[in-house]
């Protein structure tokens, strides 16, 4: 059973950084998308960033990080990053890691929908103050 454990969250002020990490357990990250989510009080769980295999490498970001967050893996370490940069007080919510059982003859890219996930950590809470 895959297990996964988010650390790094805090609180920061706006236009600060924060680094992210979801140390994997149990399964090799080798062959799953990786992804971040969050979720933000009283709204849906929304998709912020995903990374697909190394050998088809590929990113993806939610229009409303672009340029600010960056995604990152590490399968040597089975863990995965998210770079959090000029943050925003409307980047505050819980972040969450998850991971996509993705079958590879299937793979045509990253998914955004959480119901695709496969396994879930229990979630980091970032805080942005104005």
């Known amino acids: 059973q895959m297990q996964l454990q988010e650390s790094g969250g805090g609180m920061v002020q706006a236009g600060g950084s924060l680094r992210l990490s979801c140390e994997v357990s149990g399964w090799s990250i080798s062959n799953y998308v990786m992804a971040w989510f969050r979720q933000a009080p009283g709204k849906e769980r929304d998709f912020v960033a995903a990374v697909g295999w190394p050998r088809s490498s590929s990113y993806d970001y939610a229009d409303s990080v672009k340029g600010r967050f960056i995604i990152s893996r590490d399968n040597a370490k089975n863990t995965v990053f998210l770079q959090m940069n000029s943050l925003k007080p409307e980047d505050t919510a819980i972040y969450f890691c998850?991971?996509?059982?993705?079958?590879?003859?299937?793979?045509?890219?990253?998914?955004?929908?959480?119901?695709?996930?496969?396994?879930w950590g229990q979630g980091t809470q970032v805080t942005v103050s104005s």
């Open positions: 998850a991971a996509d059982d993705v079958d590879l003859r299937y793979y045509t890219g990253n998914s955004f929908a959480s119901r695709d996930y496969d396994y």
